[in-house]
């Protein structure tokens, strides 16, 4: 088993920045790429960035340019920097990991909610 712990996130002005952190622990080892969804009100969840265990990463076209994935194997963590926001980005995220063999998520965060306000 795999547990994903969020923290970030939060209220800010449109242009603003905020960054997320998510802490992976347990059965490490099964992950190959950790990633972040969203959902925002009314709308399905969506694939923002993801980022595996070689460093290739992966964004939505709409972060494009505003959104940085990273990670750090040595603490287990990935984070997201998120840059010149916009009242679009509005949404619940969500830390996911996937095991090797596998394409969808098996391993989630708590989510966590980010609303920036025009």
């Known amino acids: 088993q795999v547990q994903l712990v969020e923290s970030g996130g939060g209220l800010v002005q449109a242009g603003g920045s905020l960054r997320r952190s998510c802490a992976a622990s347990?059965?490490?080892?099964?992950?190959?790429?950790m990633g972040w969804f969203r959902r925002a009100p009314g709308e399905q969840r969506e694939l923002v960035a993801a980022i595996s265990t070689d460093g290739s990463t992966n964004y939505a076209d709409s972060v494009k340019g505003r959104f940085t994935i990273s990670r750090d194997g040595a603490k287990n963590m990935v984070y997201l920097q998120m840059n010149s926001l916009k009242p679009e980005d509005t949404a619940v995220y969500y830390c996911?990991?996937?095991?090797?063999?596998?394409?969808?998520?098996?391993?989630w965060g708590q989510g966590t909610q980010v609303t920036v306000s025009s």
């Open positions: 996911a990991a996937v095991k090797y063999g596998r394409q969808v998520p098996d391993y």
């Open positions: 347990g059965s490490i080892f099964m992950i190959i790429v």
